[in-house]
């Protein structure tokens, strides 16, 4: 049965009434019993209520994970090149959630780290995982890729997925293999049933770039505060350019998933004018960028309709970048 989101397919012979008080009187209890108590519903229908108060009658969950935002880059990965990867429908899926009800935005999960499908990492670097994440090899264009796509697909889905974010098991490193659990298709075997916390520990190893781009991420997050502002403004999604721009808790986020054309003096839309400075740049050698970004620039803004917002301002951004912009006072 699929969901189209239109209140028919929620409210009516169909539901199961006893399971609702169930999972109402749930959350109520651990709520009133635990008043620092989180929950979390993982639900694919997108029922409504499912993240309101009980007492509004609603379901009584805080949260609600966005199952949709993971398979959206396991089937880009798997289906499509790079340029035909689709602004508008990335931003749309980031935001398809309903007003006032807490989301968890995630790139993979269990779901993707099993063994029958290949984390993100997996997807995007493949085999030469094995043999090229060393800085005492050459950085080959598959690890070039696959390395600026996975800070890009986790900042995005970070800053545009929700009101909250989940990592899973390795994922902000980059994991570099699938979980399987002993069972009899593989002979009762452990050797999958782990994760590899030490590649972290070589540090002549790629891997540390991806974590620190973790780090970065939320040690930004902690300071803007997005996760806890309201939706953000998509001012631009161009299919061509292969830009996403959007503000967030007075950030200015831009990206370029373009796989190989930078632009200059590039012309983004931004609401509030004055001066601006780089807050968080993809491209910083310190996450395995090409330092081509100098985040010492300093941004002012021009008044202007542009993209409907009232100012605009111009930067540089390179192919396959992301960068974050935040007004200096």
Avoid at 113 to 137: C, H, I, P, Q, R
Avoid at 289 to 309: A, K, L, V
Wanted: glycine share 8%.
């Amino acid at each position: 049965f699929g969901f189209s989101g239109n209140y028919h397919e929620y409210f009516g012979d169909n539901v199961d009434d006893e399971s609702v008080m169930y999972v109402q009187l749930a959350n109520h209890y651990l709520h009133e019993k635990y008043p620092n108590m989180i929950t979390i519903a993982e639900d694919v229908s997108g029922m409504p209520g499912s993240c309101r108060a009980v007492r509004e009658g609603g379901l009584g969950f805080d949260y609600r994970l966005a199952m949709a935002i993971p398979d959206m880059w396991i089937k880009m990965l798997k289906e499509q090149s790079d340029d035909e990867w689709k602004m508008g429908h990335i931003t749309h899926i980031l935001t398809n959630r309903r007003y006032l009800e807490n989301t968890i935005g995630y790139c993979e999960s269990h779901d993707q780290a099993l063994v029958g499908d290949k984390t993100l990492a997996f997807w995007l670097m493949d085999k030469e995982m094995y043999t090229n994440m060393s800085d005492l090899t050459p950085l080959t264009p598959i690890i070039d890729r696959g390395i600026a796509l996975h800070k890009m697909i986790r900042m995005i889905t970070h800053a545009l997925g929700g009101e909250g974010y989940l990592n899973f098991e390795g994922n902000e490193f980059g994991h570099p293999e699938w979980l399987d659990f002993p069972r009899e298709g593989n002979d009762s075997s452990f050797q999958y049933a782990r994760r590899q916390w030490n590649v972290l520990d070589d540090h002549l190893l790629r891997y540390k770039y991806l974590n620190e781009w973790d780090r970065s991420m939320q040690l930004t997050e902690q300071k803007y505060g997005w996760l806890h502002a309201s939706q953000a403004y998509i001012s631009r999604k161009n299919e061509g350019d292969k830009v996403i721009v959007f503000e967030r808790a007075g950030v200015l986020f831009i990206f370029n998933f373009h796989p190989t054309q930078s632009y200059a003096d590039y012309r983004v839309g931004v609401d509030q004018g004055g001066k601006y400075k780089v807050i968080l740049s993809s491209d910083n050698k310190n996450y395995l960028g090409h330092s081509r970004i100098d985040e010492s620039t300093e941004f002012f803004t021009t008044p202007g309709d542009w993209d409907e917002r009232a100012n605009w301002l111009q930067v540089y951004i390179p192919s396959r970048t992301c960068v974050l912009l935040a007004k200096v006072d």
